[in-house]
């Protein structure tokens, strides 16, 4: 009986290590993807769907190196986004990696792409592009973009077009800096407060600070949040007339956005 549960155990600890040594190694690469629901579409407190509701989704691959690349979509208004298809593409790719303990460093690139929209009839493309730089530490992170093109297609030949600017060049070298802080204020509640300041090259009356001050909770199912997002954005260059000139909306305006998303 004895030799009989010796030789059961040396068979099950012989089993357990060659289960170990074939186990397959934890894979280098992540795939995942993301859908958004909310009320308004704010980018960088401007609302990109004449304040109206949104649906975004994309996808985010990444390597343990620290390589990444992703792809991001959402509805905009072509009240905003003239002659296109309403829709705005993002693609974009860089490195992270830890340079301290608990600091991690992040360099990248990113376009926005507007299908078939083109501004007023100057056939000028809203097209933007953009080469960021940012830093995490614990609950706070840091970055700054850097345009590469003008911004979003704002130049001498498009000024009064986008804003009621005299012409007085291209926008290209404009830049973002973001300083978000979020804060675990409960179980799977997250508290989040954004600053931000954009900054337009040589038309310096489209330059504005906006913020946001939200909440978010994980149900499992999907996370849902509730932020009050704004800017000091000059009504005058941000109000927009509707295509068939029945809704005048101002889309820097101060509101509440309601958000329902899921990661999977």
């Known amino acids: 009986?004895?030799?009989t549960m010796l030789f059961a155990a040396m068979l099950a600890t012989f089993a357990g290590s060659a289960a170990a040594q074939t186990a397959a190694p934890a894979s280098p690469h992540t795939l995942t993807g993301n859908m958004t629901l909310a009320t308004d579409y704010?980018?960088?407190g401007i609302s990109q769907t004449f304040r109206?509701?949104?649906?975004?989704?994309?996808?985010?691959?990444?390597?343990?190196?620290?390589?990444?690349?992703?792809?991001?979509?959402s509805n905009v208004s072509t009240n905003q986004f003239n002659n296109g298809a309403g829709i705005e593409i993002d693609i974009y790719g860089g490195y992270k990696w830890e340079v301290a303990k608990g600091v991690t460093a992040d360099v990248g690139l990113l376009y926005y792409y507007y299908p078939g929209a083109e501004i007023a009839a100057l056939?000028?493309?809203?097209?933007?592009?953009?080469?960021y730089f940012g830093g995490t530490w614990q609950w706070l992170s840091v970055k700054?973009?850097?345009g590469l093109t003008d911004?979003?297609?704002l130049n001498g030949t498009t000024s009064n077009a986008l804003f009621t600017l005299a012409p007085n060049g291209n926008s290209k070298g404009s830049g973002y800096l973001d300083i978000t802080g979020n804060w675990e204020v409960a179980p799977k509640t997250t508290f989040t407060a954004h600053l931000g300041r954009q900054m337009v090259k040589n038309y310096s009356a489209a330059?504005?600070?906006?913020?946001?001050?939200?909440i978010a909770k994980d149900y499992g199912f999907a996370t849902v949040g509730l932020a009050l997002v704004g800017t000091n954005a000059n009504a005058a260059q941000y109000t927009i007339t509707s295509t068939g000139g029945t809704s005048i909306r101002d889309v820097g305006r101060p509101s509440a956005v309601l958000s329902v998303s899921k990661t999977f």
């Open 52 to 73: 109206g509701p949104t649906l975004q989704g994309g996808f985010d691959y990444s390597h343990s190196s620290g390589l990444y690349l992703g792809n991001w979509n």
């Open 42 to 44: 704010r980018f960088r």
């Open 1 to 3: 009986m004895k030799k």
């Open 151 to 153: 911004f979003f297609g």
């Open 207 to 214: 330059s504005y600070t906006d913020y946001k001050l939200g």
């Open 123 to 131: 056939r000028s493309k809203y097209n933007n592009g953009e080469i």
């Open 144 to 146: 700054y973009s850097y």
